[in-house]
């Protein structure tokens, strides 16, 4: 009887496909093993092993598979169960989850590029019939496609032959998006054997009299050997003796030196020794212990801790304790930014047990990362990273820390799967029944309400370490500073005095204004008319480093405009105001002091974040610039000052969410003040100063807004109460969107009425050409989650069927943030 396995491969679609497999293939095979399969006429892919079975397919003959990629699984059975849950509950598909959960380099497919490493004779490699063409052929032509060489064989599949080639290191598979992994290799020098003896180093030094250079080298060598037993590497004896690669080549060339490499993880700690004093204060204590209680209950933990109150120390104790039991710890973390700061802190106490993984490292580092947790080895043990984190393939995962739980950033807009990390890390811990906490100053509504209606655990924290004093919050009303004549550029006379103080007392300043760029609009006051992007609708935002006009959606940019495009005129002016334009007034006038700006525009590289943040804890920056990167959780020692520019432009925005999100930053913004012995001072400027938010932030009263929120989500049926799924059509066609949206909400009415809004333009309704409209579904609580998709996924199916929306494309997002 034939053997069959079910395969995930790298796509959206809405099952799995059957293969055939032989006897012997199928013993071999595992769950979680990586094959490469034949799909459609001619395309080739690897895809996940999620089924060994003798069940035939009903409605197609399986195909044979092409090859067995793996010795072992490199998906353990939590990621296929985590990978199931997540495309049900999101309305995914698996293949969806598979592209984001496994780093690009393990999933060859046809589509990938062939090019030669080296430049050797081909005559002198020990090759094949089949693999002499191959190289021939990429002597000739740089590159080639997978399916190019499938013909050039003429056989049915190509990979075994590139696969041998790539082993023997003669070409490199490339993926036209990424590079494949390579280790990293380090170059080190010993001495030559026949100079390793003390009577032959004098002799060699009497030999280098005349080569003062290569002497110093060599000098430099046996200090190096003396200081430390590790071996030496060429890059820190160049440096150290001041000298250039060519004269270590002759040293090289001569024999008196050799060289050789060493394979080396890209992700390592160099540090000091791990300390492990943690000193916790009464509260801290307290607080520790009711963790613990509510761990013995296996219930979600929500940490509600003040900004500055210790809520890091009591993470690290708590993965202390895991890692006694043997078990793996998971960070989450909602910025990349906020990974710099915590990873000094975690690796001080833990050393090299610490891996970092978020989308700003290498292909090639996220997979050395992936291996390390698989091997579950002592380097894979505490994973700190943003959301994807997620899906690394832990084998006994202890404890899931999320930390600033609150944030939108755990939520992933696009691509598919659009999950919450958060939730996610609630289903994930419950997999490996490990203990999880959420934390943060100030919790997400829905958490918080878990908390007050005992589905999560609660503890609070609510004095700052040290019993320093919560900041001293002031409002400043700019629009009677406007009519007063008190403002400077954007700068009020209450703010410019507070600066200069805290400047004078040489402290640090962090100025928060939650837009990039230097003006957000250019306009022409003869016409009115405003530059806008033609792709989007939006108006173009003003970039003063590069004199440029640029679009924030899909990244169209102009020069800066000298007259206006409609009318000729001159007289151009540019309406509100970004980070750049801050920055800009803040030199002028402070030009004594260094200023620094951190968003999106300067953090573009790996090491952006870090670099800005390094300089501003080492105060080389006096005054910081920033959007919300800044609110996150940073802990900066000398900031007595922080000032919000404008909190109308978050409170007025067109979201059930605004009044929460903009309390959470400003609260969270003002928590970088004052986090050591002096009391910190936070101003607010607003229009609208009596506004009941502000208020509320000016307070730190949470628990006011957390009860006005509620309400108003009660009687308006938003979350908590009720849960939400959007429907987002988007189509280049702006009458064929309106009549797919018509179509979609009349359906989805018949059954869900009265929970059904929209269709409806979002504010932004084309973007990159392509016209947008939303639908929202309101799900109440007593109404089933599992029925509800079901019902959905019938009228989509009903949807895709008709040909006139076939250009339609559909996104789906399940608890849209």
Request: with cysteine.
């Amino acid at each position: 009887m034939p053997f069959f396995i079910d395969v995930i491969l790298p796509l959206p679609l809405d099952k799995r496909f059957t293969y055939l497999v032989d006897k012997y293939e199928a013993e071999y095979l595992m769950r979680g093993m990586r094959v490469t399969v034949p799909f459609g006429k001619s395309k080739v892919y690897t895809g996940i092993v999620a089924d060994i079975h003798q069940n035939p397919p009903g409605v197609y003959e399986a195909k044979p598979i092409h090859q067995i990629l793996d010795k072992q699984a490199i998906i353990t059975e939590h990621q296929l169960k985590l990978w199931k849950w997540i495309s049900a509950y999101y309305m995914c598909a698996e293949g969806d989850v598979l592209r984001a959960a496994v780093p690009g380099a393990f999933l060859l497919e046809s589509e990938s590029i062939v090019k030669l490493i080296t430049n050797l004779d081909s005559d002198d490699l020990e090759l094949d019939d089949e693999e002499y063409l191959i190289i021939e052929a990429l002597h000739r032509q740089s590159s080639l496609k997978v399916q190019e060489i499938t013909q050039l064989l003429d056989r049915k599949n190509a990979l075994p032959v590139i696969n041998r080639l790539v082993e023997k290191g003669i070409v490199a598979l490339n993926q036209e998006v990424y590079e494949q992994y390579k280790p990293k290799k380090v170059r080190f020098v010993r001495m030559a054997e026949a100079h390793s003896g003390e009577a032959a180093m004098h002799k060699l030094l009497d030999e280098l009299e005349r080569a003062p250079k290569q002497r110093e080298i060599v000098l430099n060598f046996f200090s190096l050997k003396a200081q430390s037993v590790k071996p030496v590497k060429a890059k820190h004896l160049l440096q150290k003796s001041n000298s250039s690669a060519a004269i270590l080549k002759s040293l090289l060339d001569k024999g008196f030196l050799e060289e050789y490499f060493l394979e080396t993880d890209r992700n390592t700690y160099s540090g000091d020794a791990p300390n492990s004093d943690l000193v916790f204060n009464e509260y801290q204590e307290k607080a520790f212990r009711d963790i613990k209680e509510n761990f013995q209950k296996d219930e979600v933990c929500l940490l509600h801790g003040i900004t500055s109150s210790g809520k890091t120390e009591i993470y690290i104790r708590l993965i202390q304790e895991t890692l006694k039991e043997g078990k793996q710890a998971l960070y989450l973390l909602p910025e990349i930014a906020l990974t710099t700061q915590l990873i000094q802190r975690l690796q001080s106490y833990f050393g090299e047990q610490v891996l970092v993984f978020h989308s700003k490292y290498s292909m090639n580092e996220r997979v050395e990362v992936y291996r390390h947790v698989l091997a579950n080895d002592k380097k894979g043990q505490i994973v700190i990273g943003a959301r994807s984190a997620i899906f690394l393939p832990f084998s006994d995962l202890g404890l899931v820390v999320v930390d600033e739980e609150h944030e939108g950033t755990f939520k992933q807009f696009d691509p598919a799967p659009r999950y919450h990390a958060r939730d996610v890390a609630v289903v994930l811990a419950n997999f490996f029944k490990a203990n999880i906490i959420l934390g943060s100053a100030t919790p997400s509504l829905e958490s918080y309400f878990n908390a007050q209606h005992h589905k999560y655990g609660l503890v609070e924290l609510n004095r700052r370490y040290g019993d320093v004093l919560l900041p001293e919050i002031e409002i400043v009303d700019i629009k009677t500073k406007h009519k007063k004549k008190l403002m400077t550029g954007h700068f009020s006379d209450r703010l410019l005095e507070e600066i200069r103080v805290a400047l004078k007392e040489e402290e640090q300043v962090i100025l928060f204004q939650n837009r990039r760029g230097f003006s957000p609009i250019l306009e022409c006051n003869t016409c009115g008319h405003s530059p806008q992007c033609p792709n989007c609708d939006v108006s173009l935002t003003y970039h003063s480093h590069n004199n440029q006009l640029r679009c924030h959606y899909c990244g169209y940019h102009i020069a800066m405009q000298q007259k206006c495009m409609a009318c000729d005129s001159n007289d151009i002016s540019t309406k509100g105001f970004g980070t750049e334009q801050i920055e800009t007034e803040l030199k002028s006038l402070f030009p004594n002091h260094a200023i620094g700006r951190m968003d999106q525009d300067t953090t573009r590289g790996k090491y952006g974040y870090e670099k800005i943040i390094n300089s501003f804890e080492q105060q080389e920056i006096d005054i910081l610039v920033g959007t919300q990167m800044l609110t996150k959780g940073l802990d900066f020692r000398h900031v007595s000052l922080v000032g919000i520019m404008n909190a109308d432009n978050l409170l007025n925005f067109p979201d059930f969410r605004a009044h929460e999100r903009s309390f959470q930053l400003m609260l969270q913004v003002a928590g970088r003040a004052g986090r050591t012995k002096k009391r910190g001072k936070v101003l607010i400027q607003s229009y609208n100063p009596y506004h009941q938010i502000i208020q509320q932030v000016s307070a730190n009263n949470y628990s006011g807004m957390y009860k006005d929120q509620l309400e108003e989500r009660y009687n308006y049926q938003y979350p908590p109460f009720f849960r939400l799924i959007r429907f987002t059509l988007k189509s280049r066609d702006y009458s064929r969107t309106n009549d797919a949206g018509d179509w979609l909400a009349k359906s989805l009415s018949n059954v869900f009425d009265p929970y059904v809004l929209g269709p409806e333009f979002p504010p932004v309704a084309r973007i990159r050409n392509e016209y947008y409209k939303n639908i929202l579904l309101k799900i109440p609580q007593q109404q089933s989650l599992g029925k509800t998709k079901t019902v959905v996924h019938k009228i989509m199916n009903s949807f895709k069927a008709i040909g006139a929306f076939k250009s339609v494309k559909v996104v789906i997002n399940v608890d849209p943030v």
